[in-house]
């Protein structure tokens, strides 16, 4: 899902805008936590994504409802024609989807770990010897997705997986914890949770 200098956009299958309401069409979107982009539904900040999205198709006669799932779940929702849209993907080959023409944002990818360990990121080589955690289904950077896909089947111990709605969360936590030494994300979304929650456990180990 993420890229370096990833272009965040928005799939949308083909049949969008399916539901009608009261003269006005509803979009059903569909993404796991990935704050400040989309955040939880009920909040009073559902993520800048979803409202500048809301507030872009609000004056066409569509309103959005967002749904927090996990991302393997919101792909598969996708496809089943369960949701119109998610949020936050650049990687389409091989599906019938469509996307807006232009990226909402972009994501800067960063390596984290603990503020106690001294090691910074100097390319795919200097993951060999730490855990490396990572969320199911996140394309990351080509070459570390190589890397996961290379050693995962065969070397399963040297990697922490989270697949969930709040799988960003939990990798987070495992880091701090020490269940995995090395965590690849998006920088503001890591700094975000980090800023909101007063935690100084975690530091940039490098851009990715």
């Given at each position: 899902m993420k890229l370096k200098a990833f272009i965040l956009i928005v799939l949308f299958a083909n049949n969008v805008f399916a539901i009608?309401?009261?003269d006005r069409k509803k979009l059903i979107l569909a993404a796991d936590y990935w704050c400040p982009y989309n955040c939880h539904p009920d909040s009073e900040l559902p993520g800048f994504l979803v409202e500048v999205l809301s507030r872009s198709l609000h004056i066409y006669g569509i309103d959005i409802e967002y749904r927090m799932m996990p991302w393997?779940?919101?792909?598969?929702a996708l496809v089943d024609?369960?949701?119109?849209?998610?949020?936050g993907i650049s990687d389409i080959k091989g599906n019938k989807l469509v996307t807006?023409?232009?990226?909402?944002?972009?994501?800067?990818?960063?390596a984290f770990t603990r503020s106690d360990i001294a090691w910074v990121y100097d390319g795919v080589g200097s993951l060999r010897g730490k855990k490396l955690g990572f969320v199911m289904d996140y394309v990351i950077d080509?070459?570390?997705s190589h890397y996961i896909g290379s050693n995962y089947p065969s070397h399963p111990d040297?990697?922490?997986?989270?697949?969930?709605k709040n799988a960003v969360i939990e990798s987070i936590a495992d880091l701090m914890d020490g269940y995995s030494d090395v965590y690849?994300?998006?920088?503001?979304?890591?700094?975000?949770y980090l800023s909101e929650n007063?935690?100084?456990?975690?530091k940039n180990a490098g851009i990715v």
């Open positions: 009608d309401r009261d393997r779940k919101a792909m598969d024609g369960e949701v119109d849209g998610v949020i807006t023409r232009l990226p909402l944002d972009y994501s800067s990818i960063s080509e070459a570390i040297w990697f922490m997986v989270q697949d969930g690849i994300e998006d920088a503001r979304v890591v700094e975000r007063a935690l100084t456990a975690i």
